[in-house]
């Protein structure tokens, strides 16, 4: 068998169209997203991102507001910064790209974000939302592999559906969004014991290690549709952690690295800044 390759950029383009009418849409009513993006350092690879993330807020209509702080920047600092995002009625959503400078303390700063304005979904109030069944803002790439599952068509109920890797930004709310679609869910981490073995159960397979090429073939049960979230870059370029070749040949689908997950993450933040905005006008 030969996997079909899901299409990430399609999808993602799929995802920012349906955003763009809902901001023409907003937009109409009086209401204009935005979103304010807080850059603390000068580490290239998150001034690529942030950069990648207000350019395309700006191409579906949600006003940026770029922040950037010196790498020296204090916690109390950023703190005010949050502060004042939280306050600024033309913000609907705040992204703090992380990681943050290591003198910085990033799970407080995170945890001062305006939790209706949380558009990454990392503030505990959300997390434990998450966990708990209730409404709230969602992790962005989790909710873009959810987005490209339903795409597939694939029929989660009752799936038995592996994720390897357990952080907090992707691992635990996936597991959970899966959950919550009645997926039967085992999370793999590094102390699990014969890894490919558990992986080989699964009819969906969820990969987000930053190991590149960690699981192979005998990782994946013929027939089974396979994201892989991991980005390693190499000097052959970016790799994930399934070995693409050796997989397609077992799956039923797979997400190529690059052009799988990694667009549907921007495409989702944009989804999240809309629905903050829509919700920040519902009288509670
Ligand atoms: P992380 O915080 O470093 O977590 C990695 C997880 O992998 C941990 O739970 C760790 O287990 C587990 N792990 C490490 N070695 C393992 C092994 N040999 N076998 C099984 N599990 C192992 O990473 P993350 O932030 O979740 O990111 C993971 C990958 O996804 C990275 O490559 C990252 O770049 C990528 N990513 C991509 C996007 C996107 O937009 N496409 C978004 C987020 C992340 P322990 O908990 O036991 O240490």
Redesign the pocket.
């Known amino acids: 068998m030969t996997a079909r390759i899901i299409d990430g950029k399609a999808a993602a383009e799929r995802v920012r169209e349906r955003v763009a009418g809902e901001v023409a849409e907003l937009v109409a009513a009086g209401i204009h997203p935005g979103l304010a993006t807080v850059l603390v350092g000068d580490d290239p690879a998150s001034a690529v991102y942030v950069g990648g993330k207000q350019r395309a807020s700006e191409a579906v209509g949600i006003a940026g507001f770029d922040h950037r702080l010196p790498a020296d920047a204090s916690d109390d600092q950023v703190a005010a910064l949050l502060d004042e995002l939280n306050a600024d009625g033309r913000v609907s959503g705040i992204l703090l790209q992380l990681p943050l400078p290591g003198h910085l303390d990033g799970s407080a700063l995170t945890a001062r974000i305006d939790p209706d304005k949380d558009v990454d979904g990392l503030t505990p109030l959300n997390a434990g939302r998450l966990a708990l069944g209730q409404e709230g803002l969602r992790p962005c790439?989790p909710l873009g592999v959810m987005e490209l599952l339903a795409g597939e068509g694939v029929e989660l109920g009752g799936a038995e559906a592996v994720v390897?890797?357990?952080?907090n930004?992707?691992?635990k709310p996936m597991a959970q969004l899966l959950l919550v679609a009645n997926a039967t869910v085992t999370l793999?981490?590094?102390?699990?014991r014969d890894?490919a073995a558990v992986c080989a159960r699964a009819e969906v397979l969820i990969a987000?290690?930053?190991?590149a090429r960690?699981l192979g073939a005998d990782a994946v049960k013929p027939g089974s549709v396979v994201i892989d979230?991991?980005?390693?870059r190499l000097a052959e370029g970016l790799v994930g952690?399934i070995d693409f070749e050796a997989a397609r040949e077992r799956a039923a689908a797979i997400t190529p690295v690059p052009g799988g997950?990694?667009p549907m993450?921007i495409a989702c933040l944009l989804e999240n800044t809309v629905r903050a905005a829509r919700r920040a006008t519902v009288p509670a």
């Not at 390897?164 to 952080?167: D, Q």
């Not at 793999?188 to 699990?192: A, G, I």
């Not at 979230?229 to 390693?232: A, D, I, K, L, Q």
């Open positions: 790439t390897v890797g357990r952080s930004l992707f691992g793999c981490h590094s102390r699990t890894l987000a290690v930053g190991r960690l979230v991991g980005m390693n952690d997950v990694g993450t």
